[in-house]
């Protein structure tokens, strides 16, 4: 310590220079003296009295003080004016341990010591020494190494439930409040943090977390929630109870009143406090609510193909975040994991994500009612069909679509219709309709089954030409190109004003027609019609058109006279289905 | 007028633990004229579960210190086996010498006179990192700890953050 030079701090120049020139001098003296141990109390005076005495007169001396830092590893000594406030000897002593002065924690006999406070108030003397501990970096991604993310999907809630803190500490990330460990987290799920941030202000999400119903539907609906509520029963409490639910949700949105929260002890957090029990509701909601739902949604989030949409055209939609993250699953092609057959038909609906938006839009119709109506997607859906620029930049940026050139300019040219057609009033009912979504649900289920029990026909009735010119053989190999092209050819197909529809522009009318006809033309006619229309029977009972098939096994007519013409079906479903799927390529 | 042995004693170690504290605590008076009260403050030491935590606990010492060991209370809310739900530590060097109620303990693991506050609180440190379920003072963190060690974390930690927060400097 002998070596150590004295560092200056800011205050301490400020009063040297108020003073007479003659305390410069006596600095030298001064700077050394700090290696004498130095039993004085602070009243006594310095060697040089009488020179000090004359300037005594205009400005008191102050005198300086030698403290000794010490950390687990390092020890440092500072020469200081005895009376300095502890916030700037923070500042002064921060680039010795390369700190910064918010992280250093001082601690002397027996107490932590304020910012506010000086060295006087806690009676720190010349020659004593103090703790230092220098707490986690606030922010972790500028001051200690990234970490690998971490592997959510395999443990869930580990963090949060298995003392994930103190793991997090022993990996010398010592967090002292939670807006770190937020803030890590992110930083961890999301190379974009904003992102989340500003998708929980949008006032779309808002609505949503206003609505606790929903909040509860969306939660529960989660996998790794369900998991979590299992091991927390109180969670599960805490979601039953909407307004505890609300002001969670009311929390995780703002950032500085979380922050506000956990670190000041203002008069709302002694209220709290004040009420039995009150500190600890609010620490669980902190520890076992808002972090494990962050990294669940942050998850989703990062996953989510279509969020390169965002940062260039400021959609944030509610629904591609919370649901729908995957690319849409092909009810139609022939994928590589096949269930087995002993459970036809689970594909689509087991795909979690489909399945749960499918059953959420059909019981909670408000909740797409709200979507549709709210001023926000409005103006996007407006700005999108008045700009194809815009719709077309949309189109270029989306991971999904950049795969398939044709599909992505068939895309470009039907947009204009798909977006007049989102906007009908017609489609936005339908949204709202719980029974018409539940029959899109049956459909796309039946569809499933169809092409699975009987992939030839699917082959058969494969429409030979695709309007971009695709042939009839990448069709069958490719199947996400097939479908894909399918579904959003549909989708324009069925608005009827569209004017440039191609006639082979419909692959799924094209498709039942065939059917349909290939039902009437290719069978045995001596054979009752049980038996002849069997297979189709029951693809279309898998589809779910229960009651027209005992119908027409009651008349004994063939199918094809039951739904006389394809325009019957589209009329009554496939429109449904088809502008549901278009609805759904869009979000 | 002069003072007892105990008083000039502790004085003694006060001031020794000022100008040279101790790795792992930092040592005061609660009030600056009693000198048989003292408050430690505990930093949660590093590689336990109690990591970045501070934890402030009270030291009673009786006038015939060395002697009589002195009482030891956690003032900061801490979830730990061998500290019963009072804060009160319980751990063998500061048992009273002489005849063991319990049977439990050999007479060289009870109070000696030479114990220290740096004896005292190394134990205690020591303790915090390695917990003695044999004889708990908590049973119910004791049971945790054995059981279903996840929970006992996660009880800790919330210690952990609470005195973080109560000690914010």
């Known amino acids: 310590m002998a070596d150590d030079v004295p560092v200056d701090s800011g205050p301490e120049k400020v009063t040297e220079a108020s003073q007479k020139p003659e305390d410069d001098s006596k600095k030298e003296p001064d700077a050394q003296a700090p290696t004498i141990p130095e039993n004085q109390t602070q009243s006594e005076s310095k060697p040089q009295t009488s ?11 102050k005198k300086k003080i030698t403290v ?4 687990p590893k390092e020890k440092e000594s500072f020469e200081v004016d005895a009376e300095i406030n502890i916030k700037d000897f923070k500042e002064l002593i921060a680039p010795k341990f390369n700190a910064e002065p918010e992280q250093l924690c001082l601690i002397f006999a027996g107490k932590i010591i304020k910012d506010a406070d000086n060295l006087q108030t806690h009676n720190i003397k010349d020659g004593l020494t103090m703790h230092l ?14 970490r690998p993310p971490a592997d ?12 994930g803190l103190a793991g997090l500490d022993s990996l010398g990330l010592g967090s002292t409040n939670f807006m770190e460990i937020q ?86 957090m002694s209220n709290l406090e004040s009420i039995p029990g009150g500190y600890n509701a609010l620490h669980r909601m902190y520890r076992d609510i808002q972090e494990p739902m962050l990294s669940a949604a942050s998850e989703q989030f990062s996953q989510n193909p279509f969020s390169g949409l965002m940062d260039n055209t400021q959609i944030n939609n509610p629904q591609q975040g919370t649901e729908n993250r995957e690319p849409l699953p092909n009810p139609w092609s022939r994928s590589s994991t096949n269930p087995s057959p002993t459970t036809p038909g689970r594909n689509v609906v087991n795909n979690p994500p489909m399945a749960s938006l499918l ?83 049956q459909i796309q289920q039946g569809m499933e089954t169809l092409r699975q029990q009987a992939p030839s026909l699917i082959n058969t009735f494969a429409p030979p030409t695709i309007p971009t010119g695709t042939n009839p053989t990448t069709q069958n190999t490719t199947g996400t190109t097939t479908s894909s092209t399918t579904t959003s050819s549909g989708a324009t197909g069925s608005t009827t004003s569209a004017p ?61 006279s039951g739904i006389s013409s394809p325009e019957d079906f589209h009329g009554a479903t496939i429109v449904l289905y088809r502008r549901f799927i278009s609805f759904l390529v869009l979000y | ?28 008076l609660i009030d600056d004229n009693d000198i048989y009260r003292w408050e430690v403050l505990i930093i949660g030491p590093p590689d336990t579960l109690y990591e970045g935590g501070f934890f402030k606990c009270h030291l009673y010492f009786p006038k015939e210190y060395p002697l009589r060991p002195p009482k030891m209370k956690f003032v900061t809310e801490i979830w730990h086996p061998n500290i019963d739900k009072n804060g009160d530590v319980c751990i063998s060097i500061l048992h009273e010498p002489g005849d063991d109620k319990f049977g439990y303990e050999k007479a060289s693991e009870r109070w000696l006179p030479v114990h220290t506050v740096e004896t005292i609180l190394i134990s205690v440190i020591s303790m915090l990192a390695d917990p003695n379920d044999e004889s708990p003072a908590n049973v119910d963190a004791a049971k945790e700890w054995r059981e279903s060690y996840p929970e006992f974390k996660r009880k800790v930690a919330r210690c952990v953050r609470k005195s973080q927060e109560q000690e914010e400097c």
């Open chain 1, 51 to 61: 020179e000090e005495g004359a300037s005594a007169a205009a400005a008191p001396p």
């Open chain 1, 68 to 71: 000794h830092v010490k950390t």
């Open chain 1, 133 to 146: 501990v220098i707490r986690a970096a606030p922010r972790s991604n500028e001051n200690t190494p990234q």
């Open chain 1, 152 to 163: 959510i999907g395999a443990t869930p809630f580990n963090l949060g439930s298995l003392g």
């Open chain 1, 183 to 268: 803030n890590r987290m992110q930083s961890e799920l999301l190379s974009n943090p904003d992102l989340l941030r500003s998708l929980l202000d949008n006032p779309l999400v808002q609505r949503l977390m206003n609505d606790p119903e929903n909040m509860r539907a969306l939660i529960t609906r989660n996998p790794q929630m369900q998991d979590l509520m299992e091991r927390n029963p109180e969670i599960s409490h805490m979601l039953n109870n909407p307004e505890l639910l609300r002001q969670t949700m009311e929390l995780a949105r703002n950032p500085s009143m979380l922050q506000e929260l956990m670190r000041s002890h203002d008069r709302a």
């Open chain 1, 359 to 441: 059953q959420q839009m059909s019981e909670n119709p408000s909740m797409i009612q709200n979507m549709l109506s709210a001023p926000y997607t409005r103006s996007v859906l407006e700005a999108l069909a008045a700009d194809p620029n815009m719709a077309n930049s949309v189109l270029a940026d989306n991971p999904l679509l950049t795969r398939y050139p044709q599909l992505q300019e068939q895309m470009r040219t039907m947009m204009p219709q798909f977006l007049q057609q989102l906007q009908s009033p017609e489609m936005q009912n339908l949204m709202t309709n719980p029974q018409a979504l539940n029959a899109i649900m």
């Open chain 1, 500 to 560: 440039n529809v191609t006639p082979g522009g419909d692959p799924f009318s094209e498709f039942m027609a065939r059917m349909v006809a290939g039902m009437g033309a290719g069978t045995d006619q001596s054979l009752p019609p049980e038996q002849r229309y069997q297979q189709q029977l029951e693809q279309l009972a898998a589809m779910g058109f229960l009651n027209p098939i005992e119908k027409l096994l009651a008349v004994g007519t063939g199918i094809e």
């Open chain 2, 1 to 28: 007028m002069s003072e007892p042995q105990s008083a000039l004693l502790l004085r003694k170690q006060l001031a020794e633990l000022n100008k040279n504290p101790v790795e792992g605590f930092s040592a005061g």
